[in-house]
Every structure is written in structure tokens, then in C-alpha cells.
């Protein structure tokens, strides 16, 4: 995962570069709290370009840190969602919750 | 080993996490011969993935104990049972109902079976209190009408 902090914006974005299941989540939890906790930003992106793989383990994941952000006054947004992960997310009801961005190309 | 089916594999792998990954590749794997779509593939991939997981956190609770997996191929249908000796689902109806999870602590979604039925076929689950349970999944891989 590449984590980049733009100042400026009190932009927090998240470029996830491994699969997202069970496994990989508590990594990616724990890093994710800690640096929205250190900045606060006023916006959080995950980047879900390089993201090839997905189960339900990260929308578990993605709720949970959608309540960090919101509890700290960040809004938060997912980029670069795959239509194979895009799927997962709409039968669980998270756009509704956390904005999707359709920006990416794939 | 003996069989009616076109092909046939089983896999046994210890209840961790890191395994998820491996039992979901191998299952992507063992079907390609049948030269199913990328989304029918990850259709797959990720259910597996939902099942190996539910073993590991629900049937075995985080312990040691053995996942078998078993596919079977009959012409297009692939058939995927995958089955653990863990404590077993108390009541599967209430287990499958959507964002319904008996450990919300570590922020599962409750969309494990949710998940599996839509992205295959047919689902049929199988559990017995302390002795364990069964999920088979099944799929008709589409034939490639580009050919």
C-alpha cells in the first residue's frame, strides 16, 4: 500500500496494491487508522486501481474505516473501482454509505 | 482415484489465513481448461474465498484444523465442496441472511453466503453442531461462443 499526504488539500489517499481478503485486512486496517488518525485530513481516497482482488473482507474493512474517517471529520472516497469489486460493493449496499468516484477507466 | 466426473482434484490445507489466497489460485487454476470469462473467474475465486474464510474464523475460530477442498468438473459445471470438522452453524438459515454476522468485533460484513449465492449458480450448505460443515458451489461455465 502507498499512502501519500497532500497538505495542501488535507488530502489522505490510499493506493492498496495487494489483494484485499481476510488475510491482508488487519495489515491494512491498522496502517490506514494510524495515519488518518496522525493527519485528520479533511479528505480520505483509497485508490482501488491496483486492486485485482476483493471479498467481503474489505467491505467489512472499508465500513470500519469509513467510521474512523467520519468520527475525526474526514470524508471519504473510493477511486479506480473494478468491475468485479464494484459488483461486491453494490450488493452491500456501500455506495450508499461511501461515494464511489466512476473516474476510473477500467 | 476413481471417478465419474471429467476431472477431479482435492486439496487439504491447515485453517490459515494465509491460505486463502492459495486455495482461491488453485481453484481459478484447476478450472481454466474450461476457458471461463475473467469475471466468471473471479465470481469463483472470491466465493471460494468467502467459504475458506468462514471455516477458518467461524468453523475453526482462529484454531488449527484441516480444510478440504474438492472440485469436480462434469462437462461445464464445476462443482466446489469445501468442508471443515470446525463447530458447525447453529442455524443456517439466520447465518445466510445478508450483513447477519456472529462476530461483528472484527468487522466481518455478514456478506460471506450472500456473496457465494450470487456468484454461483447453486449453494448448498450442510452443518452439523460439533461435527462440522459443508458448503458445495456450483457453476456452468458458458461456453466461449467466440471460437
Known amino acids: 500500500m502507498n499512502i501519500n499526504y497532500d497538505q495542501a488539500n488535507k488530502l489522505l489517499t490510499f493506493e492498496i496494491t495487494e489483494e484485499i481478503d481476510h488475510c491482508g485486512v488487519e495489515k491494512i486496517k491498522r496502517r490506514v487508522d494510524n495515519e488518518i488518525e496522525r493527519y485528520i485530513p479533511q479528505n480520505v481516497i483509497f485508490d482501488f486501481d491496483q486492486v485485482s482482488f476483493m471479498d467481503s473482507a474489505g467491505i467489512g474493512m472499508l465500513i470500519g474505516r469509513y467510521k474512523v474517517a467520519k468520527m475525526l471529520g474526514s470524508n471519504m472516497e473510493l477511486i479506480n473501482v473494478k468491475p468485479n469489486i464494484r459488483k461486491i460493493f453494490e450488493m452491500s449496499g456501500i455506495p450508499k454509505i461511501i461515494k464511489i468516484n466512476q473516474g476510473g477507466v477500467n | ?147
Open chain 2, 1 to 147: 482415484m476413481k471417478t465419474k466426473y471429467d476431472n477431479e482434484m482435492n486439496l487439504e490445507i491447515l485453517s490459515k489465513s494465509c491460505n486463502e489466497a492459495f486455495a482461491r489460485i488453485a481453484v481459478a487454476a484447476f478450472v481454466s481448461g474450461l476457458d471461463p470469462t475473467i469475471e466468471e473467474i473471479s465470481d469463483i475465486k472470491t466465493a471460494v474465498s468467502e467459504a475458506v474464510t468462514n471455516s477458518i474464523i467461524h468453523g475453526y475460530e482462529n484454531s488449527e484444523g484441516i480444510i478440504k477442498i474438492n472440485c469436480k468438473i462434469d462437462k461445464r459445471k464445476i462443482i466446489i465442496e469445501i468442508s471443515d470438522t470446525g463447530k458447525g452453524i447453529e442455524n443456517i438459515e439466520i447465518a445466510k441472511e445478508p450483513l447477519y454476522t456472529t462476530k461483528p468485533e472484527l468487522e466481518r460484513s455478514g456478506m460471506g453466503f450472500t456473496i457465494m449465492e450470487s456468484f454461483m449458480d447453486e449453494l448448498k450448505i450442510e452443518s452439523i453442531l460439533g461435527l462440522g460443515t459443508k458448503v458445495t458451489m456450483m457453476k456452468t461455465i458458458k461456453e466461449n461462443t467466440l471460437d
